[in-house]
């Protein structure tokens, strides 16, 4: 009776091990203790062949128990909408292994809420675009060599990645004509990336983004500009900072201004370290006029400039093809 308990407490060990616990019925244990009937004394037989029995039941359940427990984890349901772990039994936000925003993107966001907290509407750019967005609806005359300073890519049929944003100025403005007749103004950015064909070295690459600002109505002025491009560079660096700004030609603008600011202190800028931020003036009139707006009427401003420059200032990233480089350890920086 002793062994009888031996081999129980044994088998059980054994089933609740085993992946195949089924198998463990089998035992040549067992097998033993049905053999050993036969040459026990027959007034013994009645109450070892009912002990053999309970222990068979008991063994049967048991491995009843451990399939039921294994089939359970088989259709264990898993959410596929759950934004947290919760699958893998761990309970938190996904870890940087399941992905995580890209810091350009999350810079874009900013630069966006900054803009449409101070009554910009976003519009996104796009990916491809003509010669009539690129070049001539921005008074780039034809022939003019003013279109060799933007090396850009063209497809077979003639169409173009945008080389800048500023491409989206005349559809802005088509758009918001009837607005600026309603309320008096038109006041949209338009962001999104550019493409240019040029040597690729630590501060320029093929892709990258801009974020473009228009804006229009009976009175807009310079001064109205420059507020509102160093409120913009104020919030985004979360500091007061020096401005300057240096005549540029622009075909579409007229004057045309390149603004600096002073690179901050705090980002390892020395006084008098100026950091050229992007080009702006005053619309051409023909500008205006190639979106059927009156230019006697309204007058307005427009800027665009690169979103990766502003991030590579503000985490001081020396290189800007790590943006498009895919390199995980510089994306798990910003996690
Ligand atoms: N599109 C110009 C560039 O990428 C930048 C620019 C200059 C945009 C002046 C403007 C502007 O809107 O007024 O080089």
Redesign the pocket.
Same mark, same amino acid.
Not at 278 to 281: D, V
Not at 302 to 305: D, L, V
């Given at each position: 009776m002793q062994n009888i308990e031996d081999v129980k407490n044994n088998l059980l060990s054994q089933i609740a091990a085993s992946d195949f616990p089924r198998e463990i019925l089998k035992s040549s244990e067992l097998k033993k203790l049905y053999g050993a009937i036969s040459s026990m004394p027959v007034e013994q037989r009645g109450i070892y062949g009912k002990s053999i029995n309970d222990l068979k039941i008991v063994l049967e359940s048991a491995v009843l128990t451990k399939e039921t427990e294994a089939e359970d984890l088989s259709v264990e349901q898993i959410d596929i909408t759950a934004p947290f772990d919760v699958n893998g039994g761990k309970i938190g936000l996904l870890s940087a292994e399941n992905g995580s925003s890209h810091p350009l993107t999350t810079e874009l966001e900013n630069v966006i809420n900054i803009f449409t907290r101070m009554g910009f509407e976003a519009i996104e750019s796009r990916q491809i675009d003509d010669d009539n967005h690129m070049f001539g609806t921005l008074n780039f005359p034809d022939n003019h060599p003013a279109r060799d300073g933007y090396d850009t890519f063209r497809t077979e049929e003639g169409f173009i990645p945008p080389a800048?944003?500023?491409t989206m100025?005349n559809r802005i403005l088509k758009a918001g004509k009837a607005k600026l007749e309603a309320d008096g103004q038109i006041a949209a950015v338009s962001y999104g990336r550019v493409f240019r064909n040029e040597d690729i070295d630590a501060t320029h690459e093929h892709t990258f983004y801009?974020c473009?600002g228009v804006f229009v109505s009976s009175d807009a002025t310079l001064g109205q500009m420059l507020g509102t491009l160093r409120s913009f560079f104020e919030v985004y660096y979360g500091q007061k900072l020096k401005i300057k700004t240096q005549p540029a030609y622009?075909p579409?603008?007229e004057p &045309?201004l390149e603004f600096a600011i002073e690179k901050p202190v705090a980002l390892g800028g020395k006084p008098g370290e100026w950091l050229e931020m992007?080009?702006?003036?005053m619309i051409h009139p023909n500008v205006l006029r190639s979106a059927g707006i009156d230019p006697e009427k309204y007058r307005g401003f427009?800027?665009? &400039?690169g979103i990766d420059r502003l991030v590579m200032l503000k985490y001081g990233i020396e290189d800007i093809r790590h943006f498009e480089s895919g390199k995980l350890a510089f994306l798990r920086k910003f996690v």
């Open positions: 800048h944003t500023s100025q801009q473009e622009f579409f603008v &045309g992007l080009g702006c003036g427009a800027w665009g &400039g």
